[in-house]
């Protein structure tokens, strides 16, 4: 087993960045099956910090049971990590830590739920009850069926919207770490073909989450990343679709105004090379370059691109 951050492990984050000209989806844009492993070990799905019923400085007499069951279980979600350079089949010791650790999270949250349903927390509890099903098959390089039925479970009851729209998210990782099994597992299948399985595959997922919860955490990281795919693919109606979509939904992510620029820069490059051709290379004489009697000026070696439009 040879368990990848970068491939299986780590959660599918999008989120939305910009460098230079260019947005910047934070997920691995090299397909999953190519990436190489770098520091290996399970992550949990990544949440905001989970709220504090009482302080931790508290005295324990001055804490209800419920409270400090409740420490107990988002202190578990500090998972052991791997060694740098080492995969988790390496550290047999870690990973036996893992399992100690996420069945005791898995047998604590399962107690918390039975006892306080109704709690305020009840959410945050059952998220990481779910979370926790899903990391004990990765640890254990396990099939995901005992989180799917978890999670079908849950979508199918009355949970409340926060947590349907994390355990979706979770299922997309999940549909992810199957993909990129069978793709690295499949010999008939070229790399362009791969590539294009794996890039429709995301832009159905990312589409089929922002029906169902266009206003979640996660939502605007999808937006971005399907903004991303329509710049690549010159569908700029598409991106400014989208972009109005993420300003309704949320007005005050700062990304905005350079995602706008984006896409109506590329717009304009491509307006420009549509209407004119691609920039090409010619070869120009520096000035002041040296000259024998006779002889023409000689070419300088150095060369600039010039666009068509000199």
Avoid at 202 to 207: D, E, G, L, P, Y
Avoid at 245 to 264: C, G, T, V, W, Y
């Amino acid at each position: 087993m040879c368990l990848s951050r970068e491939a299986v492990e780590r959660p599918f984050r999008l989120r939305i960045a910009v460098a230079a000209v260019a947005v910047m989806v934070l997920t691995a844009m090299v397909p999953v099956w190519a990436a190489q492993p770098t520091t290996p070990g399970p992550i949990a799905v990544p949440r905001a910090a989970a709220p504090a019923s009482a302080p931790v400085s508290a005295p324990a007499a001055t804490r209800s049971a419920e409270e400090v069951l409740l420490d107990q279980i988002f202190g578990l979600r500090n998972l052991p990590r791997v060694p740098a350079g080492k995969r988790l089949d390496e550290v047999p010791e870690i990973r036996e830590q893992l399992n100690e650790q996420l069945a005791k999270s898995l047998a604590l949250t399962s107690e918390y739920l039975k006892k306080y349903p109704t709690s305020p927390n009840a959410d945050e509890v059952l998220i990481q009850r779910v979370d926790t099903v899903r990391l004990q098959a990765v640890v254990n390089d396990k099939p995901l069926d005992a989180f799917r039925a978890e999670a079908a479970e849950v979508l199918a009851g009355d949970s409340s919207e926060k947590v349907k729209s994390y355990v979706a998210f979770m299922l997309v990782q999940a549909d992810l770490q199957d993909l990129s099994k069978a793709l690295m597992e499949d010999r008939q299948m070229s790399k362009e073909q791969k590539d294009e399985m794996w890039r429709q595959t995301r832009t159905r997922q990312a589409r089929d989450y922002l029906k169902k919860y266009p206003k979640s955490e996660f939502a605007k990281e999808f937006y971005g990343f399907l903004i991303d795919a329509a710049v690549r693919n010159r569908d700029f109606d598409g991106a400014n679709e989208l972009l109005d979509q993420l300003k309704a939904n949320f007005p005050d992510e700062p990304a905005i105004p350079d995602i706008s620029d984006h896409i109506r820069q590329a717009a304009a490059t491509q307006a420009a090379t549509d209407q004119f051709g691609p920039p090409r290379a010619v070869t120009t004489t520096l000035p002041g370059a040296a000259t024998q009697p006779g002889k023409s000026p000689k070419a300088a070696p150095a060369t600039r691109k010039a666009s068509a439009q000199e």
